[in-house]
């Protein structure tokens, strides 16, 4: 097979995919051959399923076919409307997630399974939020902290606290706009309001009210989802690990976690360390528990324990497909239904652990937080009794696995910048090493490439090509979620990776003692992204739009995806997609979306389904933004 007909850029992907062919096991490929070409209303965003009185399809050509819906509802109108529910159920899912956070830290006791890891963030927290520190325990302290964090999710007045974290002038722009997010579950309700039967008709109004929801995900539950992460399971420190799927063990009992909540993955790890339960590995004949990560509880386990990745996101029917996978644990978000066929092709175990995302025909084994650890050994034990059921003749490992180093919060990365400052004239701590080489040239600018995978697209391509082409250009790139895993894979979170770099990137990571390109975390860890650029942005006195940053999504494909390309661009930093969304339906929505945002918020989003065009369309927007900078500074 020619490499551009492969459909990964990793060729141990094309074996396993040849191997569930031999094996008659039915992957997202098949399907997505059977699904032949997609919808056109749908990949357009003009169909309608809002009332009973549709569902309506109305013409994305002005002037041909049927203009609006039965209610009157115009294409510009539906598209605004679908769109707006996206960036509300992505929302949803990163907020929900932060709100379980919350109610583990509120739990959280000294001899419990949850503790405090990083007091000194929690203090510094419970200053910001003004709470009392003064002579209490460290656990009321916590426990005060996650109430009005819980309570970020209902109130009835105020706007949210951590937007106050923005640059002043960014601040201002929301403020003008009027999309500063109150609570975040009323923001999620507006929108669903707005877009039922009979509301908002006017796609600019409900850009900005779907501004304002996907601000209450940003600067609110995914903040909220990291910041509490941190403090519960401790800030993440860089640490070496390996990626791939060669990371499994013959000899060892496999266990895949796959999902997004570390409130489970943390209790796994525990469970899988227990005495008790490495005797029970070793008496079914294992040399020990091989935990591997995938998708954002991938990210979470390796950047706090050094848990090895198993893969992206798009890998997971993949891994079972290697025979040797005791079970998979998931627990929410971008778990694949039909591991329920894959999984029953082998003796793999697909144990479901959430009742927000039970699946027909998985293991449903409940895990309850209050006893985390026994709730984890009981969905372990599952796994380590499943070992000796494996198919011999079905065991295949691909030996393909590389160096990574992930682990990357803010924390971390100002603590690697301290080691540049000289500490006579310049204070510790902060991040003006990164600004002062962004301002001189060295580093032309940043990047945050982070997002799914996607069958429209190959795998791991425009991932790997975008990221290699903008450090060969010295722009620095920090990653997140599944982006990240296909970074790690290809070799490009280890330090060996410089020599890809351009002098001047290659210069500041030498100097800094880091790669070229940056693990920062998880999904809702892109809020370490928006803070290491307020952080840059106000100590150059400067609004974030006025910086040579980017945000990238090349295979992205979720709701979560919008609502975070949303907050990114209402943040000031343009978003550049290498998928299109489904708005292209409506000539008026799509002109807002890719330029009359920006005389809203500084930043708009470039959609280009070729990785290269994309990439140099962001070279150019990169040095645009510099001349500007110049004149500014
Ligand atoms: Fe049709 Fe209007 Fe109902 Fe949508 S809301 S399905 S456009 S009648
Ligand atoms: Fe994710």
Redesign the pocket.
């Known amino acids: 097979m020619s490499e551009e007909k492969m459909i990964s850029l990793d060729s141990i992907d094309d074996q396993l995919i040849k191997k569930a062919e031999a094996e008659g096991v039915e992957t997202m490929w098949d399907r997505k051959k059977a699904m032949k070409t997609p919808c056109g209303f749908g990949e357009q965003g003009v169909c ?4 009973a ?4 399809r ?1 013409s994305p050509v002005e002037g041909k076919g049927a203009q609006r ?5 115009t294409a510009d109108t ?1 598209v605004a409307r679908n769109f707006a529910r996206m960036v509300a159920a992505g929302t949803s899912a990163h907020s929900d997630h932060a709100r379980d956070i919350a109610h583990v830290m509120h739990m959280a006791s000294r001899d419990g399974a949850y503790n405090i890891k990083d007091e000194k963030k929690l203090l510094a927290l419970a200053e910001e939020w003004e709470v009392k520190t003064e002579g209490r325990d460290i656990y009321d302290i916590a426990h005060e902290v996650a109430e009005v964090a819980l309570n970020e999710f209902g109130k009835p007045f105020g706007t949210l606290r951590f937007p106050k974290r923005a640059p002043a002038p960014r601040q201002k722009i929301w403020e003008e706009l009027d999309i500063v997010p109150r609570a975040i579950d009323r923001e999620i309700a507006t929108v669903m309001h707005s877009t039922s ?1 009979g509301c908002t008709a006017d796609a600019e109004s409900m850009l900005r009210i779907a501004m304002r929801t996907s601000l209450s995900n940003g600067w609110g539950g995914s903040m909220m989802g990291t910041e509490l992460s941190d403090i519960v399971f401790g800030t993440p420190t860089p640490r070496m690990t390996e990626a791939n799927l060669g990371v499994l063990e013959e000899n060892q009992v496999n266990i895949l976690l796959h999902g997004h909540d570390p409130s489970l993955s943390e209790a796994v790890v525990l469970a899988a360390n227990d005495p008790e339960i490495i005797k029970l590995a070793e008496e079914v004949g294992a040399e020990g528990i091989n935990l591997a990560g995938m998708c954002c509880t991938g990210n979470e386990v390796t950047m706090r324990h050094g848990v090895k990745i198993a893969g992206t996101f798009y890998q997971q029917e993949l891994a079972v497909l290697t025979g040797v996978i005791e079970a998979v644990i998931v627990d929410v978000q971008c778990i694949f239904p039909s591991l329920t066929p894959v999984t029953s092709c082998y003796h793999t175990k697909f144990i479901t652990t959430s009742p927000k995302a039970k699946v027909e025909g998985a293991t449903h084994i409940e895990f309850h937080e209050v006893t985390a650890l026994e709730s984890a050994k009981a969905i372990v034990r599952e796994a380590v009794l499943n070992y000796g059921n494996r198919k011999k003749e079905k065991i295949f490992i691909p030996e393909s696995k590389t160096q990574a180093i992930t682990g990357y919060s803010v924390e971390a990365v100002v603590k690697q910048l301290d080691r540049v400052v000289n500490s006579h004239i310049d204070p510790q701590g902060t991040v003006k090493p990164l600004a002062d080489v962004l301002k001189a040239g060295v580093l032309r600018g940043a990047a945050g490439i982070v997002g799914c995978n996607n069958p429209k697209t190959r795998h791991e391509y425009s991932h790997i090509e975008i990221m290699k082409k903008l450090i060969a250009n010295d722009v620095i790139v920090v990653t997140t979620g599944c982006a990240a895993q296909a970074a790690a894979k290809a070799g490009l979170l280890s330090k060996d990776a410089v020599k890809l770099a351009g002098k001047g990137l290659q210069a500041v990571c030498e100097l800094v003692d880091i790669p070229p390109v940056i693990h920062l975390g998880s999904c809702v860890d892109n809020t370490r992204i928006l803070k290491i650029v307020s952080a840059v942005a106000d100590l150059m006195g400067v609004d974030n739009c006025d910086l040579p940053v980017v945000g990238v999504a090349p295979e992205w494909m979720s709701e979560k995806a919008v609502g975070i390309g949303l907050y990114v661009v209402s943040s000031g930093i343009d978003v550049f997609l290498g998928v299109t969304p489904p708005v292209t339906g409506s000539k008026h929505f799509t002109d807002i979306l890719t330029n009359k945002i920006e005389d809203m918020t500084g930043a708009k989003f470039f959609v280009n389904t070729n990785p290269h065009e994309l990439t140099d369309m962001m070279l150019a927007r990169i040095e645009e933004k510099r001349t500007k900078l110049e004149q500014k500074l």
């Open positions: 309608c399923r809002i009332c009185m549709g569902p309506c109305v819906g039965i209610c009157g509802a539906i039967i």
